[in-house]
């Protein structure tokens, strides 16, 4: 069909993250689910409500296939890509990122007037990149921003079920006094906010830290800007953060001039922000599941720096993530 749709990874937590989504726009009746893990083929899911089964991932389920979402495992990926499909790849997985055709995209923190190249791989960016680049350039618009730096703090979920499963089994042994899980983070992660996992840790957070850093690089660089108001490089910190969803943002950001909290609110008042001001309980990683955009607020001046202002913000990362693979299919279909 020239108009399918074929999602690598349906079952995945990014899988499901992509029908859910799509399920919420025409986009969804398009979709044609493939299973990245084998012997998940064949099994009944949904799609907006709807019954759907997923596929086994071979040539067929892919080649023929206007757009390919890649959702699920780094071998699943590269199997898609080597059955040779004629469409336009999104990659939410990462796998195809030093690709030298491939393109780091975030249409949400994009200019809409941006020249789109469809032509290599359309790479998702992180997604803590997206809301990073968002939020600053948001502000460099109306407050020229001299410097700024970023604490994120990172969920389980961003390294997939298993990571939520070994933090919730760590949960209940430490409660217990029983041996802890460590094969994802061989570190105790329940409980506890880490710079760094274990040595023999399924991902290191520097090198993660060092693709939010690239990404972010990418989108600020894509600025249709004046050179002498490019949004600068923040300073960043990733942090693992002892929750199963959703990243949380401490930004601190110094200005030429000396905004008020209130003028920064007003910056924020539209979409895709959704401004928690002073009134409002701050936004939090709980908070924010299953919502669009990126959550702002806890706004206040420094006490110590009359140029600087420190936001709060959170994210769903899953949904983030959908999104702007939704609106890169949007551009194709």
């Known amino acids: 069909m020239a108009d399918t749709i074929s999602l690598i990874g349906g079952e995945t937590l990014m899988g499901r993250e992509v029908r859910d989504v799509f399920g919420e726009t025409s986009l969804g009746s398009h979709l044609r689910l493939v299973a990245a893990d084998e012997e998940e083929t064949g099994t009944l899911t949904s799609i907006a409500g709807e ?43 990462g796998t195809l990122e030093d690709d030298p055709e491939a393109r780091v995209r975030a249409p949400l923190a994009e200019d809409p007037d941006q020249a789109v190249d469809h032509t290599g791989p359309q790479v998702v960016a992180h997604p803590a990149a997206i809301a990073v680049a968002c939020i600053l350039r948001k502000l460099q618009r109306t407050w020229p921003v001299q ?24 949960t209940v042994n430490l409660l217990s006094f029983a041996p802890l899980p460590k094969k994802i983070f061989d570190a105790q992660a329940a409980y506890a906010m880490l710079a760094e ?7 290191k957070l520097s090198e993660v ?53 209130a003028d920064i609110e007003d910056v924020f008042r539209d979409s895709p922000f959704d401004l928690r001001s002073a009134e409002l309980e701050p936004p939090n990683n709980v908070g924010v599941a ?3 955009g990126i959550s702002v607020g806890a706004i206040s001046s420094d006490r110590n720096n009359g140029n600087a202002v420190w936001i709060w913000a959170a994210i769903d990362n899953l949904r983030l993530v959908a999104e702007n693979a939704a609106a890169i299919a949007q551009e194709v279909l």
């Open 290 to 292: 299953g919502l669009s």
């Open 51 to 93: 019954a759907a089964f997923l596929a086994k991932l071979a040539p067929d389920a892919v080649e023929d296939a206007a757009v390919v979402i890649l959702a699920g495992t780094a071998e699943s990926s590269r199997a898609a890509v080597d059955a040779g499909p004629s469409g336009v790849i999104i990659d939410l997985t």
């Open 197 to 203: 996992f274990g040595p023999e840790a399924r991902t």
């Open 147 to 170: 410097r700024a730096i970023v604490e994120i703090f990172q969920p389980a979920s961003e390294q997939g079920r298993d990571a939520i499963e070994e933090l919730q089994q760590q």
């Open 209 to 261: 830290e060092e693709r939010i850093e690239r990404h972010l690089a990418t989108l600020l660089g894509g600025s249709s800007l004046e050179a002498d108001e490019a949004v600068p490089m923040p300073s960043m910190r990733l942090i693992h953060a002892p929750v199963f969803h959703g990243y949380s943002f401490s930004f601190w950001v110094e200005f030429e001039d000396a905004p008020s909290a």
